[in-house]
C-alpha cells in the first residue's frame, strides 16, 4: 500500500523546499493578483513556520504552491495543508495540485481563505471546516481575525485608554529595545522553553508544537527579518520577531519572561523601535488569534482593520 508520500512523489511540479526559496517566494508575491497584500501569510517567515511539519511546494504556470502534511497515525485522514499561493495564476495552480490530490485519494486543507472570497472555493468544491484543527483551536491561528495597525497609531499612541495608562507606567522603567545579539541565543532557547511551558499549562497548545513554531528565530538563512532584544535595567527580558515587506511589517514573533503586562508593553516597543526605524512603514500585520484572550489582547491596539479567515477543505 502507498503512502502518503509515495503518491505525493507521483504529482509532477512538487518539490521541497529551504530556507533559501525566500528571494523566489517574494517574486511570486509581487506578481501575484488578487491579495491583500498585509493578510499575515504573505512573509516568509510565516511560510516557514506554518510548513513545519515538511516543506513542500508545487509550481504551476509562473506560480507556486507551499504546502505541509498533516499526519495522523493509524487513521484516513492524514491530508496536505496549504497554507499560500502566489503568482500570475496562483489559484489555477490550487486547483490544479487538486485534481491531481483528488485523484490520489488525498483530502486538502486550503487555509487563510479571505472570507469575502469564499464562494470561489465553494463553487469548486471546497466546504468550510467545521471541524477543529486540534484540541487547542478550531482554525488554528486564525480562529479570531488578523488585525491591522496603522504606524500612525504606533507613533501617537492612539490605544484604548487602558493600554495607554499601563504604557505610562512602563515608560518610567528602564526598558530598552535594540538590534538582537546573538550571542544570547542560549539566553533566548530558555525564554523560549519556559513560554512554551507556560503555554501548555494554560492550554494554548503542546510545549513541543510552541518551541517547533518559532525555531525559524535561529534561522540565520532567513534574509528579510528584524530581530530585536528587549533589556530591562540590562537584562535581556524579552525578543521580538519582524518581517519588513514593502510598507509592511508582519510581526512573527514575541516571547518575554513573564512579568504582569510585560508583553503588552514589549509589542509596542517593537512596533515603536520598527516605525522608527522603517519610515515608509504604512501597516503593522498581526496573525491571528487562536483563542479569545489572545485576540483581545491584540485589539486593545486600536486596528485600523481586521480580516476574517476561514480554512477550506476538499475531499
Not at 113 to 132: A, C
Not at 161 to 184: A, C, G
Not at 220 to 236: A, M, P, S, T, V
Not at 284 to 299: I, P
Request: glycine share 4%; charged share 25%; hydrophobic share 35%.
Amino acid at each position: 500500500m502507498k503512502t502518503l508520500l509515495d503518491r505525493l512523489s507521483e504529482i509532477p511540479g512538487i518539490s521541497e523546499f529551504s530556507s533559501k526559496d525566500e528571494q523566489d517566494f517574494y517574486k511570486f508575491l509581487n506578481n501575484s493578483k488578487d491579495i491583500t497584500t498585509y493578510a499575515f501569510e504573505n512573509n516568509w517567515p510565516y511560510i516557514l513556520q506554518a510548513t513545519r511539519n515538511g516543506h513542500y511546494k508545487y509550481n504551476f504556470s509562473n506560480s507556486i504552491v507551499y504546502f505541509t502534511l498533516r499526519f495522523k497515525p493509524q487513521s484516513k485522514s492524514n491530508f496536505v495543508v496549504i497554507v499560500n499561493f502566489l503568482g500570475l495564476y496562483r489559484k489555477e495552480a490550487v486547483l490544479e495540485l487538486c485534481k491531481y490530490l483528488k485523484q490520489r485519494k488525498i483530502n486538502v486543507m486550503l487555509k487563510n481563505i479571505d472570507q469575502k472570497k469564499l464562494s470561489f472555493w465553494k463553487k469548486h468544491g471546497f466546504t468550510e471546516s467545521i471541524k477543529p484543527w486540534s484540541k487547542y483551536s478550531f482554525r488554528d491561528d486564525n480562529s479570531f481575525p488578523l488585525h491591522i495597525i496603522s504606524s500612525e497609531t504606533i507613533r501617537t499612541r492612539r490605544f484604548n485608554k487602558d493600554y495607554k495608562r499601563l504604557f505610562r507606567k512602563f515608560d518610567d522603567v528602564d526598558i530598552k529595545t535594540e538590534p538582537y545579539n546573538s550571542s544570547n541565543d542560549s539566553l533566548v532557547k530558555t525564554l523560549l522553553s519556559k513560554n512554551a511551558t507556560f503555554l501548555f499549562n494554560k492550554g494554548v497548545d503542546q510545549k513541543e508544537e510552541i518551541i517547533g513554531a518559532h525555531l525559524f528565530f535561529f534561522d540565520d538563512f532567513i534574509i528579510e527579518k528584524i530581530r530585536l532584544q528587549h533589556l530591562k535595567n540590562g537584562k535581556l527580558i524579552g525578543v521580538s520577531y519582524l518581517t519588513v515587506v514593502n510598507k509592511v511589517i508582519f510581526y512573527n514573533a514575541l516571547f518575554c519572561s513573564k512579568e504582569k503586562d510585560l508583553m503588552k508593553y514589549l509589542l509596542y516597543c517593537g512596533m515603536r523601535y520598527a516605525t522608527t526605524t522603517f519610515s515608509k512603514v504604512k501597516f503593522f500585520s498581526l496573525q491571528g488569534s487562536e483563542n479569545k484572550g489572545q485576540d483581545f489582547f491584540k485589539k486593545r491596539y486600536n486596528p485600523s482593520l481586521s480580516i476574517e479567515k476561514t480554512h477550506v477543505i476538499l475531499k
